[in-house]
């Protein structure tokens, strides 16, 4: 499939000589939700920026639904929205006015009842002659997404979607992320709710300095680097684990009373965790009881940046 997105060795050097990207080269597939994970400066807004033609790059190319950014920007612009992460304009006028002044921009005809839908999905229909500036930061937000979804993009940028937004908003705003992605629309998603793009993710990259160090299905990264646990409370501390057990991966608790074995989720057919308790019975270690827990797309996340580091 033609992905609907493709960057070949796209770096980015300021004047000052700061380099914040370093040869990229992604491809994002129609349809999908992708989301983008780095941590602060790492490149993040820099990408999505060059990529909707607010930056302009130092080398490389962008496609964008088959229009390169730079020459053929005006087609390439017209197939993406931007959700940025503030409101900075248009504050006098009507939630009505301003996304419908959106769509005119990329020389769409007015549709009424097309803008009507976009108000009503973000529920924004009782808003819309108010002016932005008396709207809520939740309902400011509302308005971005309106804005960017106006000229019916087949390709969404989200920077940091739910910064700051009630509980309430964050599952009305997935809702809505879910049923744009069934209508064929492509979204990219920057957030630092990491559990976010663990729920809504279809692949998973991570930029640091500049750099893109994974791509990734989401499933298939938490499996090959995630990891599994299985914790024990003993019955009686222990003041060491002893010499005969030191091959394994246990971490004894600072109070003794709890056993933490890891084992590779790859290798679940030999776990070791028969062999683990046959081991233990045989040294008279007994538990009260146990429990398995699996590393998080965040332990992930965080053990990629740091082995980077």
């Keep these: 499939m033609q992905p609907v997105i493709s960057v070949k060795n796209l770096s980015k050097t300021y004047a000052s000589g700061f380099q ?40 490389g190319t962008v496609l964008a639904d088959g229009h390169d950014i730079v020459s053929d920007f005006r087609a390439a612009r017209a197939k993406i ?35 009507e839908k976009v108000l009503r999905d973000l529920s924004l229909w009782d808003k819309k002659d108010s002016r932005i500036m008396t709207l ?3 309902m400011k937000r509302r308005v971005l997404i309106a804005k960017a979804l106006s000229h019916e993009p087949r390709i969404l940028f989200l920077d940091e979607p739910t910064a700051g937004v009630d509980v309430e908003l964050r599952h009305d705003m997935w809702e809505m992320v879910r049923g744009l992605r069934e209508r064929g ?50 019955r009686s501390p222990l003041e060491r684990i002893p010499e005969a057990l030191a091959g394994l991966a246990l971490e004894l608790s600072a109070d ?12 679940q057919e030999e776990t070791g965790i028969a062999t683990l308790l046959r081991r233990l019975g045989e040294h008279g270690i007994d538990f009260k009881d146990l429990h398995s827990s699996e590393s998080s797309l965040e332990d992930i996340f965080v053990s990629l940046v740091r082995a980077r580091s």
């Design 185 to 234: 629309v492509t979204i990219i998603l920057t957030t630092h709710y990491i559990e976010e793009a663990e729920k809504m993710a279809d692949r998973i990259g991570v930029i640091r300095k500049g750099e893109l160090i994974l791509v990734e299905d989401k499933a298939v990264l938490m499996r090959k680097l995630g990891t599994k646990q299985l914790t024990l409370r003993l």
């Design 20 to 59: 914040a990207l370093k040869s990229i080269n992604l491809e994002i597939r129609s349809g999908e939700i992708f989301a983008l994970l780095g941590p602060n400066g790492a490149g993040k807004t820099t990408l999505i920026s060059i990529i909707c033609g607010i930056v302009n790059p130092s080398t």
């Design 81 to 115: 929205g931007l959700v940025p992460q503030e409101l900075s304009t248009d504050a006098f006028e009507s939630v009505w006015a301003t996304v419908n002044f959106s769509r005119g921009l990329f020389g769409k005809p007015p549709n009424p009842a097309y803008v």
């Design 136 to 138: 809520s930061g939740g």
């Design 256 to 267: 003794g009373n709890t056993l933490v074995y890891t084992f590779d989720t790859q290798k």
